[in-house]
T-cell receptor, first 115, second 113 residues
Framework: GAVVSQHPSWVICKSGTSVKIECRSL??????MFWYRQFPKQSLMLMAT?????????EQGVEKDKFLINHASLTLSTLTVTSAHPEDSSFYIC???????????FGPGTRLLVL | GQQLNQSPQSMFIQEGEDVSMNCTSS?????WLWYKQDPGEGPVLLIA?????ELTSNGRLTAQFGITRKDSFLNISASIPSDVGIYFC?????????????FGTGTRLTIIP
């Protein structure tokens, strides 16, 4: 099956620093990837759609200048949380659809803790 | 926007019992997906449903796409310890394929020793 990886798996940072999270499709190409955020005991909430070669599209209420997305190649999307604050602490998960299938494969997630 | 409500919110069962959970929507979906999430992991796809009335099995799991297209059910037979986790239903927001997903509220399954 399709494999999506994320790096790092967890990160702890000081308030005010920026954190970059990578999402890679390992055995397929993805022109589109999605970024989700999940707070404890809650469901996944879509943050943005990452588009290879063009700007990301953000869901309502998600600050595009706060969460920078770069989809530089067909196998890599990055999410940068700029000037992170404690309220940004969450579980960030990416996903990628496989062409021709109406399903998505998810990465293992990145847990961010901002102190 | 489209909302998916799952029930029950949580379940506490004994090993070997059967499990039933459902997912309802205020609007029609053309695809229903069921995912399982283990603690600290990303969701893993269990079953995908594409036609109203469709009944699909994956081992001990069986899922059905409701006739009205506004609901779906997931059953787990003879539960085992590794079934513990959170089960999410999901559907494509645009209903035109390969699009962003909306997730249900989740059903947390716990197995009592």
């Amino acid at each position: 099956g399709a494999v999506v990886s994320q790096h790092p798996s967890w990160v702890i940072c000081k308030s005010g620093t920026s954190v970059k999270i990578e999402c890679r499709s390992l055995d397929f190409q993805a022109t589109t990837m999605f970024w989700y955020r999940q707070f404890p005991k809650q469901s996944l909430m879509l943050m943005a759609t990452s588009n290879e070669g063009s700007k990301a599209t953000y869901e309502q209420g998600v600050e595009k200048d706060k969460f920078l997305i770069n989809h530089a190649s067909l196998t890599l999307s990055t999410l940068t949380v700029t000037s992170a604050h404690p309220e940004d602490s969450s579980f960030y998960i990416c996903s990628a659809p496989v062409w021709g299938k109406e399903t998505q494969y998810f990465g293992p997630g990145t847990r961010l803790l901002v102190l | 926007g489209q909302q998916l409500n799952q029930s029950p919110q949580s379940m506490f069962i004994q090993e070997g019992e059967d499990v039933s959970m459902n997912c309802t929507s205020s609007s029609i979906f053309n695809t229903w997906l069921w995912y399982k999430q283990d603690p600290g992991e990303g969701p893993v796809l269990l079953i995908a449903l594409y036609k109203a009335g469709e009944l699909t099995s994956n081992g001990r799991l069986t899922a059905q796409f409701g006739i009205t297209r506004k609901d779906s059910f997931l059953n787990i037979s003879a539960s085992i310890p590794s079934d513990v986790g959170i089960y999410f239903c999901a559907g494509p927001i645009s209903n035109f394929g390969n699009e962003k997903l909306t997730f249900g509220t989740g059903t947390r399954l716990t197995i009592i020793p």
